[in-house]
């Protein structure tokens, strides 16, 4: 089972805590966060409560465009194995207090292996973002499909739709035991290269050359030696058209 998301923005915070003068070292921890959207999709996350995860305009179909419901995805890199045994999700109620206020939100908290962060966090850092982030729950491909023949009407934290497409998903988060759902998996998926069209026949065009912009500069600067160069050329050979011309003239005001 799978949430497809998409990112609406990305942040990278460092967080430094100081040493305690006990003679431990200081501790530097990075974080990457996203904020969620869902996808272009017909894909939705229907929430017990009310809320629902969807792309605006499908929800408006569906007369849900009110009661959306926000995604934040935090993700550290994990210290020890057992960081991979948070990996969860959280349904965060409204908070509201005199000086500060949350709105109902869905939170994704990750722990990638050192050298994945790494990566992931340097992409942020140079404004490579994913296209798609897709979570995956139950490793078990029928495990959130079919319920127990023993308790056929206990039900599970997150369950399929009516969709027999499987683009609907339903989360039984009325149970305060369904409000923290652990994460199996979660695919970044890039547009390197995005598809190119004809306006007019709508067909696929071949992809344009990715020239790196150091070979670019090269590029550039050496026609622009050549241009000068001509340019001395240019402008020597006009000189020379000029007293050629003025030789000329006199030539023949003195033989006239």
């Known amino acids: 089972m799978w949430i497809h998301t998409r990112p609406a923005s990305a942040s990278v915070s460092v967080e430094v ?20 959207l869902a996808t272009e ?6 929430l017990d ?3 629902v995860f969807q792309n605006y305009n499908y929800a408006r179909i569906r007369n849900k465009h009110t009661n ?7 993700i550290e890199a994990a210290s020890d194995d057992s960081d991979y045994k948070r990996n969860s999700m959280r349904y965060m109620e409204e908070i509201q207090a005199e000086f500060f206020s949350k709105p109902t939100t869905i939170f994704f908290t990750v722990y990638l292996a050192p050298t994945a962060f790494r990566e992931l966090a340097d992409n942020v850092r140079k404004g490579l973002l994913p296209e798609t982030i897709t979570i995956g729950f139950d490793r078990d491909p029928l495990g959130s499909v079919f319920k127990r023949i023993d308790n056929p009407e206990e039900k599970k934290p997150l369950e399929y739709g009516w969709e027999p497409d499987g683009s609907g998903v339903v989360w039984h988060n009325n149970e305060k035991e369904n409000r923290i759902i652990l994460i199996d998996s979660i695919k970044f998926d890039y547009a390197v290269a995005k598809p190119r ?6 067909q696929l065009l071949p992809r344009l050359p990715n ?8 590029q550039i600067a050496s026609i622009q030696i050549v241009l000068v160069e001509l340019s001395k050329h240019v402008r020597w050979a006009a000189i020379g058209i000029i007293v050629i011309t003025v030789m000329v003239a006199i030539w023949m005001v003195r033989h006239t």
């Open 211 to 218: 020239i790196p912009p150091a070979r670019m500069n090269e």
């Open 68 to 74: 959306l419901i926000g995604a934040t995805l935090t």
């Open 17 to 36: 805590q100081t040493p305690s003068g006990d003679g431990s070292d200081a501790v530097q921890k990075e974080f990457v966060s996203f904020e969620l």
């Open 41 to 46: 999709e017909r894909d939705h996350l229907d």
């Open 197 to 202: 069209y004809d306006e007019t026949t709508n």
């Open 49 to 51: 409560t009310g809320e």
